[in-house]
């Protein structure tokens, strides 16, 4: 299988981990040879329960015995979109309470842009530099890490970029700025918190110029930061809320959220302001609705952040220089590269399954399931010792 999949799949990297799968179930993934590997990954932030959680297969295979797609987004009444969406409208602050349904996140940070530009009727848009919201051409446009999309241009024009956490680039949201988009918490970048009350302050300019304020929750969202949302942590309500990644359970999925009137600019002037065939598909809005209510009903979102203080404690070494983020959305921070290369790729090897930040070099993230448990935390954080007491540095 080795050689088709280097053959006839598309692959992202020169050196993809190649690991053959032949099940997952909770923190686990197991391969082809029949070894379990312990996941400190979560497939990127997205397994927000862990592998073939019971409540979310159960969804998939009720809503599986009675449809699948049926019409492009939009037009029919299916009953697991308008549950999860309303569902979801009643966990989040006014005036964040109509939803659009797409493919992923990427395609979300898309009607997001679409979005802001056609409610202000302006076009300038604003991202952070070392930004990550995805690989779409939108996307990339926002993406402030040039060395990634060079060979892409030209993207899409009257875009520019502030630093996150400084308020010195505040003056340059002015009136004619249609929205300025933001991870709440910076990714790819290493894991970078807002601080001084940095997104507030966004906010309160935002506001004053008529710019509309797009937060990117795609990875901390749905429960990773110890919050439902990312943004509870920092008073600051958005304009428009971006999400995805841990949403679905495992499954692709992604959505925009903001006011009604606002969304409501999508549907004229022109018609069909944005479209998707699959958005809101009911199998995957039941799988979206079950994790949902897992999360609201359980004690997980909580305990994110009693594991945080776990992780933090067990992981004392003198080659950690620093941990990033907050709850289960954590960055070991290495002296260089080449050290957190080597704990990813020694860890791998026993069976823990950790991996990289995308602009970050010295990064090593842990982004677990949230049902990860304690005793598993406890032997990950071993194995992670183990390999960098072996490193001769």
Known sequence: MIEDYYKYQAQT????????????????????????????VAGVSACSLGHCHPRVVNAIQDQLQKYMHVMVYGEYIQEPAVAYTKLLAEQLPSP?????LVNSGTEAIEGALKLARRFTGRSQILAARNAYHGNTMGSLSIMGYEERKSAFRPLIPDVGFIRFNSEEDLFKITEKTAGVVLETIQGGAGFILPENGYLKKVRERCSAVGAMLILDEIQPGFGRTGKLFAFEHFDCIPDILVIGKGMGGGLPVGAFVASHNMMQTLTENPKLGHITTFGGNPVIAAACLATLQELIESTLIQESLEKENLLRKLLQHRLIKEIRGKGLMLALIMENPEIANEVVLKCAAKNLILFWLLFEPNAVRISPPLTITTEEITLGCALILEVLDSLKQ
């Open 13 to 40: 990297s020169a050196h993809p981990l190649a690991l053959e799968i032949s099940h997952a179930k909770g923190s686990y993934i197991y391969d082809s040879k029949g070894n379990a590997h312990l996941d400190f």
């Open 96 to 100: 964040l309470e109509t939803t659009y």
